[in-house]
């Protein structure tokens, strides 16, 4: 039997590494929802959860137990097997993609090299694609099964939102790829830190275009129309009650977190602290300033997607559709060509 | 070991896509045949296959599909294909489709081929891209040109 031959260390090690990153990830997902009403006050000029403990930091665990024992409803029309599975494939989809990011750098436990990334794959941000075209589907199932009019226009308002816009981001990442060189992650981070100025400095379009796309996927305003209150109710979970729910919003949050991070791994250096020179410092201290500076990045995101969200009005669907198709794609096109070209040039 | 629960769950799912009565069923199991055969690339080591048929075929042309469906709302019509001759042939034609396929394949000889597993280097994405670009450059360019032929072509239609 080949199948108990495998590395048991490894195995493990990489087991432990997924439960703290998926912890982590729900963490971080629970408090983005108080920091989003904190921030969300402080910019209407109020003062947001303040009442379940200090400064209102119970305010989520509240939340979680009201969604739990909420009585669980499954519509008599819906279809009950695509409905569960809808919130299930949407979580599923927001953890998967945290899979191929680099969280730090390498560092040595007795005797073991143990890298601060689940799997440092050959295709890489590739397989972000692969998980984030899955997303697509948790919303679409779910707004099907639940077998309501406004359910279904807003899952094929988010699918079509989501394809379109994907392109675009697609397209923008080209550019970025023809700089690097590497599909991989954890060599797109490395290429950063040697020396060189972060990707944004060579990719500001680029930049620009991936974070649009970015706010449009997580389905986050001002691009939030598959949960546009005024004209579709509450969108594709309309049906939806209790923790089933929940695993919608909750999974709105990952995705935010997720797609900062990655934000933060492509064009701002990843685990690379500025102003540090990591290889004089001693590996622990190296590893924990390099997850620190990440997640110190990836936190700033988070506030500017939130800043983003309490700004701007929503669009209309189809100045969306023309922003998507009219506007970004073009644009990216146009980044692509022109990188193309610089690229060629001097590398002769 | 995995590569039979792969084939069995390829195989699986793709007799529910036939059996099941609901479209958006069928769709779904459909989904999951392509996510087996992504694994059979990646069996393969042919990571680069694998992803982008995930992208391509599950996550574009799937969602395309799903779209049809629902807005035409098939549920309600139980079994659209009546007639038992229509069934016939549609028999016919498809085990005369098994039987060419067959024998096509007997005397190519990849049957005989040891197929490389985990340990080939074709399917990585460099060694694709510098097959795809220096010895298939010509049919590569004329394939996308047919491509973009077709996406105007779509246009035109929804343009009348």
């Keep these: ?348 | 070991m995995l590569f039979w629960f792969l084939t069995v769950m390829a195989l699986g799912s793709a007799l529910m896509v036939v059996f099941s009565k609901n479209p958006v069923h069928s769709i779904l199991w459909l989904i999951v045949t392509f996510f087996s055969i992504s694994g059979h690339y990646v069996l393969l080591n042919a990571q680069f296959l694998a992803i982008v048929n995930i992208i391509v075929y599950a996550g574009a042309i799937m969602v395309l599909f799903l779209f049809v469906v629902m807005m035409m709302n098939l549920n309600d019509i139980s079994s659209p294909l009546k007639n038992k001759w229509l069934k016939f042939a549609g028999v016919i034609s498809g085990c005369s489709l098994l039987l060419v396929l067959i024998a096509a394949l007997k005397d190519t000889g990849t049957m005989q081929q040891e197929v490389l597993l985990n340990t080939g280097k074709i399917g990585l994405i460099n060694n694709l891209g510098t097959v795809l670009f220096k010895d298939y450059v010509l049919p590569f360019e004329i394939s996308s040109v047919l491509f973009l032929s077709a996406m105007v072509g779509a246009v035109v239609i929804g343009k009348k």
């Excluded at chain 1, 979680?64 to 599975?85: D, T």
Aim: one cysteine or more; hydrophobic letters at 55%; a neutral charge.
């Design chain 1, 1 to 348: 039997m080949n199948i108990l031959a495998l590395d048991w260390a490894f195995a493990i090690e990489k087991m432990v590494l997924i439960a703290i990153v998926i912890s982590v990830s729900l963490v971080i997902a629970m408090y983005a929802t108080y920091a989003e009403r904190k921030v969300a006050g402080f910019i209407q000029d109020r003062h947001g959860p303040n009442r379940a403990g200090p400064f209102g930091l119970l305010q989520p665990l509240a939340d979680g137990l009201k969604l739990f024992f909420k009585e669980e409803v499954i519509p008599n029309h819906s279809n009950k097997w695509l409905f569960v599975l809808g919130p299930c494939l949407a979580m599923l989809t927001a953890m998967m993609t945290s899979a191929i990011i680099p969280w730090g750098g390498t560092v040595e436990i007795g005797g073991r090299m143990i890298d601060l990334q689940i799997a440092d794959i050959n295709i890489g941000i590739l397989y972000v694609f692969g998980v984030v075209s899955m997303g697509v589907y948790g919303i679409m199932i779910g707004g099907w099964a639940s077998n309501n009019k406004f359910s279904l226009m807003a899952a094929l308002r988010g699918a079509s939102q989501a394809i379109s816009y994907e392109l675009a981001m697609g397209l923008s990442l080209i550019a970025l790829l023809m700089l690097t060189g590497s599909l991989s992650l954890k060599t797109i981070v490395e290429q950063q830190i040697s020396g060189n100025w972060w990707n944004i400095v060579y990719q500001p379009l680029g930049f620009f275009i991936f974070f649009v796309c970015a706010l449009a996927e997580c389905n986050r305003a001002p691009f939030d129309l598959p949960e546009a209150e005024s004209e579709l109710n509450m969108g594709y979970h309309q049906e939806y009650s209790s923790m089933k729910l929940g695993f919608f919003l909750f999974a709105e949050y990952i995705n935010m977190f997720i797609s900062c991070a990655i934000i933060a791994t492509l064009f701002f250096g990843g685990y690379d602290m500025p102003f540090v020179d990591e290889t004089k410092l001693s590996g622990m201290t190296a590893l924990l300033t390099g997850v620190a500076a990440l997640f110190g990045k990836t936190f700033i995101l988070i506030f500017v997607f939130m800043w983003i969200r309490w700004t701007l009005p929503r669009f209309r669907y189809d100045q969306l559709m023309n922003l998507g198709w009219k506007g970004l794609i073009p644009l990216a096109l146009l980044n692509m060509v022109v990188t193309a070209a610089i690229a060629l040039y001097t590398m002769k």
